[in-house]
T-cell receptor, first 110, second 115 residues
């Protein structure tokens, strides 16, 4: 059973388009993290959200944590080719290991 | 400062052989994690070391897998009698104890291919 479901699995868009990817669970998490992974590299942390309803912005990326702390979304405005990569969400439950989703592979074409 | 490093970057081995994968965490990070990433499967937790506590081995898929962490720093993941299904990218991460929300810093991974 996959605790964190990410959608869509794949997304191919043109430069300048907007997009949203989702991370959903039936479980409550104490915090949720978003990572981006490029080919041949390890995931790199983008943001951590902790409070239900929290919204964090990182340049053109907007992250939201659901009110019930079970889901999250990542919205990218005016996507650039440099945004291409695998986006992973990961949930934490107190002082324990992270549970990762399978990721959303994003391809932004010039 | 230096990030998490892993070696080798690529390893090709024959079925039935043993392999050792190495991880050097960020200096001062007391927590160390091993994950396995297979195509289309996301990151699968394997084992977690935290300071001097007993490691959390709950993610190891079989008794062919083991890991050690010497001196609270370098870690080695050993896979005995490798099987083709062990082929994957093995990622190591470290974090600073007490860091907010347990932010983890990943190495580049070791790509293991079992032929």
């Amino acid at each position: 059973t996959q605790l964190l479901e990410q959608s869509p699995q794949f997304l191919s868009i043109q430069e300048g388009e907007n997009l949203t990817v989702y991370c959903n669970s039936s479980s409550v998490f104490s915090s949720l993290q978003w990572y981006r992974q490029e080919p041949g590299e390890g995931p790199v942390l983008l943001v951590t959200v902790v409070t239900g309803g929290e919204v964090k912005k990182l340049k053109r990326l907007t992250f939201q944590f659901g009110d019930a702390r079970k889901d999250s979304s990542l919205h990218i405005t005016a996507a650039q080719p440099g945004d291409t990569g695998l986006y992973l969400c990961a949930g934490a439950k107190g002082y324990s290991t992270l549970t990762f989703g399978k990721g959303t592979m994003l391809l932004v074409s010039p | 400062g230096a990030g998490v490093s892993q070696s080798p970057s690529n390893k090709v081995t024959e079925k039935g052989k043993d392999v050792e994968l190495r991880c050097d965490p960020i200096s001062g990070h007391t927590a160390l994690y091993w994950y396995r990433q297979s195509l289309g499967q996301g990151l699968e937790f394997l084992i977690y070391f935290q300071g001097n506590s007993a490691p959390d081995k709950s993610g190891l898929p079989s008794d062919r897998f083991s890991a050690e962490r010497t001196g609270g720093s370098v870690s080695t993941l050993t896979i005995q009698r490798t099987q083709q299904e062990d082929s994957a990218v093995y990622l190591c991460a470290s974090s600073l104890e007490g860091a907010d929300s347990y932010e983890q810093y990943f190495g580049p991974g070791t790509r293991l291919t079992v032929t």
